[in-house]
């Protein structure tokens, strides 16, 4: 049984159908990338997976347990966290302080300061940085707290939504690492990103969405060889 299953997902605005008929699954361990273009319903796919936003019809399940009628801060609670687009720290919150609001869901102090000095350990800068409010942070930085308050979740696995945005190249390659150290140490990660050269890059497998439909799906790096993907998402 996959970790997280999604199945014939259909999202509407108004009117409008964002989501059509998505089904799509990530299993344990895996880094799964959901790439696409602009405006093709990545981030709404997850923020339907989250609970911020309802489907009109499908499922989605985290181990076997629906999460479509679960209120979005119990799924926390279940092991899933999300790393959102556009970082969205707390601004006027110091950095330690945004870290200890990413373990609201958990009681137990001893473990909630093993997983500070884990987020500590895989991101020094946050460490240096711990007492500095979180607005005066750069756009990296910001990123890596916003990974790290995810972490303080102890999440299985992360949703993260355009962790390479608005970033240098220098920053981008070190996102990228810590994302495959975090697979690495066992979270699973459900990865979008509209850099598809560096998702599947790190991906194991992948899925292509194209206005709200997934078009093609496979191994990542048979999509990266893929003539179709190079000469839509590759610059190939």
Request: net charge positive; no cysteine; charged share 25%.
């Amino acid at each position: 049984m996959a970790m997280l299953e999604v199945r014939g997902l259909n999202v509407y605005f108004g009117v409008i159908q964002a989501i059509k008929d998505i089904s799509f699954n990530v299993d344990k361990g895996e880094v799964v990338a959901l790439i696409g273009a602009n405006g093709a319903g990545k981030t709404t796919t997850l923020h339907t997976v989250t609970g911020l936003l309802a489907p009109k019809s499908g499922t989605i399940t985290l181990d076997g347990k629906d999460l479509v009628k679960t209120p979005a801060h119990k799924i926390v609670g279940m092991g899933l966290a999300h790393v959102p687009e556009g970082r969205r720290v707390f601004a006027s919150l110091t950095v330690y302080d945004n870290l200890k609001m990413g373990a609201y869901t958990r009681k137990d102090k001893k473990e909630i300061q093993g997983s500070l000095d884990m987020v500590f350990s895989a991101f020094p800068r946050l460490k240096e940085r711990r007492n500095q409010v979180a607005g005066t942070l750069s756009g990296g930085e910001q990123q890596m707290l916003a990974m790290g308050r995810a972490l303080m979740s102890s999440p299985r696995i992360i949703l993260m939504d355009e962790p390479s945005m608005g970033l240098s190249p220098l920053y981008v390659s070190e996102i990228f690492e810590i994302i495959q150290k975090i697979k690495d140490e066992g979270t699973t990660v459900l990865l979008v990103e509209q850099n598809a050269n560096m998702a599947l890059s790190i991906a194991d497998r992948a899925y292509v969405l194209e206005t709200g439909r997934i078009t093609m799906e496979g191994k990542a790096a048979d999509l990266m060889n893929d003539e179709r993907v190079r000469k839509a998402y590759l610059g190939a």
